[in-house]
C-alpha cells in the first residue's frame, strides 16, 4: 500500500474543520470551522484563504447550480447568494435548537440536500437524517433516526446506495436508494467497528494510543472506483472501503482526530482532509502539531465531484434572515471570530 504524504493547506487552524468540498468553477477548497462559527475558503491557484464569519454553527455547506451556497446551521438551511452576502432562510430546523444541531451532509446527484443532526448531550439516539429539495415544496423530510451523531453521509457513484454513520455508535450503514424519487429502502450495516477500550484515553503517543483503539467513523468521500474512504476520529488513520464493506486501504495520519476526506484539484486526485484539535490535550498537540489543520496528499484514483444542489423554487425562499442574529446579514468577507457567545464543543 503506498503512504501518503500529508501537506497543511492554510496556515490556520481550526477548532473543529468539516465539510469540505471542491468547487470546479473557483478552483477552490470550501470547508467549515464548526465551533469557530466560520466558513473558510482557500483559493488554491493563488495561495488566498478567506474567513466568513457566521452567526451559528455551521454543519455542512453545499454549491448551488444557479450559484451560491446553501448553508446548514442550528437554526435552519440557508441560501447565500455569494460569498459573504445575506443568509436567506429555506427551511427552518425541524428540532429543538437548544440540544440538537445540524452535522454532516451534501447534494445527490438530482440536486436534494441530505443532512444529519447531532443530538449535542450525546446519551440517547436521537440524532436523525433529513433529506430536502430546494427546488420542491420548502420543508425537510426525515428519512432516518437512531443516530446519536449523523455523520459520514455520502452516495455511491451511481446514486443508487446511500452511506450514513453514526459515529459514538462505531457503525456505517447503507441504503438502497431511488434518484428518481429519493426513497432509501433495505436499510443495513455496511461496516462496523470496535467499540473504544473502556477506560482508554488519549495521550502524546499516537502510535501507542492507535494500537489499542482504531477510532470512530466520521466524515467521507467515495472514489470513482465506488470505494468509501473514512476518517476515524481518535484512530489518527484514513481507511478506504470497498463497496462490500472491507477494509482495503489503511493509512496512518499526523493527527489524531481527522474529521472529512474530500477529492478536489482538476483531475480530482488530490485527496483534502479536515482535521479537529478542539478539545485535546496538550501532549497530543505537541505530538500532532498540524491537528486542526487542513493537509492535502495526492492519490492515484480519482474521487467523484461534488453535486450541486438545485436552486430553489421563486417561492421556496421564507425571507430574510432576522436582523437581530449578527453576522447573518451580508459583511465582510474576513473578520474576527464571535467566540464569545460560542457553545462549546466536544468534538465527535
Known sequence: ???????????????????????????????????????????????????????????CIAPMKGGGLLLALREGLFRAEHWGAALDLLAPAPYDSATTRFNDGRADLEGRLWVGTLYEP?????????????????????????????????????GRTLYWSDTPGHVIRAWDRDPSTGAITHPREFHRFAAKPQGWSASGDPARDAARYGGRPDGAAVDAQGHYWVAMFEGGRLLRLAPDGRVVGDWPLPVRCPTMPCFGGEDLRTLYLTTARQARSADELAACPLSGHVLWTRVEVPGLPVNFCADPAPESALGPAPESAPGLAGGPAQGPLPGSTARPGRGE
Not at 127 to 149: E, I, K, M, N
Request: glycine residues 10%; aromatic residues 10%.
Open 1 to 59: 500500500m503506498k503512504s501518503l504524504n500529508w501537506t497543511p493547506l492554510t496556515p490556520e487552524a481550526d477548532a473543529l474543520g468539516e465539510s469540505p468540498f471542491w468547487h470546479p468553477q473557483e478552483s477552490a477548497l470550501y470547508w467549515v470551522d464548526i465551533p469557530g462559527r466560520a466558513l473558510r475558503r482557500a483559493l488554491v491557484a493563488t495561495g488566498a484563504h478567506e474567513r466568513w464569519p457566521l452567526p451559528s454553527e455551521p454543519g
Open 122 to 158: 450525546r446519551d440517547k439516539p436521537e440524532a436523525a437524517l433529513y433529506c430536502f429539495d430546494p427546488a420542491g415544496r420548502p420543508r425537510l423530510q426525515r428519512v432516518a433516526g437512531g443516530a446519536t451523531t449523523g455523520n459520514g453521509l455520502a452516495f455511491s457513484p451511481d
